[in-house]
């Protein structure tokens, strides 16, 4: 088993008297997809949430919390968060700007306190994890306490799959 490391993610919750579990889960520098997090780590990926960067041409850097297994929107974004349009930054601007790299960027403990949105998908589940801020560990919480934790905003920030729905794609 891999030894756990006190994050800034988890130290916040520390502070928060939140709890949490931290899930360690050995690491592929080949595939940091949510979908191998979930079965190097023995977790369901509807439990699993990445966090994704943008940038609002109103409000600037933002976070987006979302499933594992699905796809941000941005439109939706941009009207959660009072913006005409949002981006994704670029992979090179997410070390310098959050202080994270990519398959360990967490939602707290960023190098400033970015506006987080978390999709209201969350808010259906008993526990999620996320990303403690380092790769190989997973914080495992309630999806409240994150929403606690990080000051965020519950919008339907992803995309819709027709297909999951059983509508036929237009």
Known sequence: MKKTHKTNAARILDRLSIAYEIKTYEVDESDLSAEHVAVTAGLDIKTIFKTLVGRGDRTGIIMAVINGADELDLKAL???SGNKSVEMIALKELLPTTGYV???CSP???KKNF???V???ATTLEKISISAGMRGQQLILAP???IRAANAVVADIITERCVEQ???TL
Do not use: C, E, S, W
């Open 78 to 80: 941009a009207r959660a």
């Open 102 to 104: 990519r398959g360990g």
């Open 115 to 117: 506006p987080v949105y």
């Open 144 to 146: 409240a306490d994150l």
């Open 108 to 110: 707290l403990g960023a």
């Open 166 to 168: 059983n509508q036929p």
């Open 119 to 121: 999709d209201r998908k």
